[in-house]
């Protein structure tokens, strides 16, 4: 798992890491669905969007953004999610399945992507940052 939950006064705070960019962006959005749902999903539905964005950190926020909204409003836990980065933005491809209580229950509600101190950087030939889920 290449995310943990490092300690946070009120909001969860997820440290999130991968070999390169577009794998931060997934891994982020599994710290996202793993916060807010337990259990597993199966890829029975999907959903694509795209976001834009002048650098990463704003495309990052759109993402997440999204990707909150959707799981709300279309019920869905989303189980696989796949990113391509270009110039004009990012496109999103995402699984899932319809959340059920008694599978996905159990998580903490996530109410917003936070700005608040949200870097990514180069550590060590991997990208890094620490992002806040607003709950």
Request: charged share 20%; glycine share 8%; net charge negative.
């Amino acid at each position: 798992m290449p995310y943990e939950e490092r300690e946070h006064t009120a909001d969860i705070l997820m440290h999130v890491w991968a070999p390169d960019i577009q794998s931060l962006f997934v891994d982020c959005g599994h710290a996202l669905m793993t916060t807010m749902y337990r259990g597993s999903a199966r890829p029975e539905c999907s959903y694509s969007f795209t976001v834009a964005g002048t650098d990463h950190v704003q495309l990052l926020q759109a993402y997440l953004s999204e990707l909150l909204f959707l799981t709300e409003t279309e019920n869905i836990v989303f189980s696989e999610i796949f990113v391509v980065m270009d110039d004009k933005g990012l496109s999103v491809q995402l699984s899932g399945e319809p959340f059920d209580r008694k599978k996905h229950g159990g998580g903490t509600e996530v109410k917003g992507i936070s700005f608040c101190g949200l870097a990514i950087s180069r550590q060590n030939d991997e990208y890094v940052l620490d992002i806040l889920f607003d709950v």
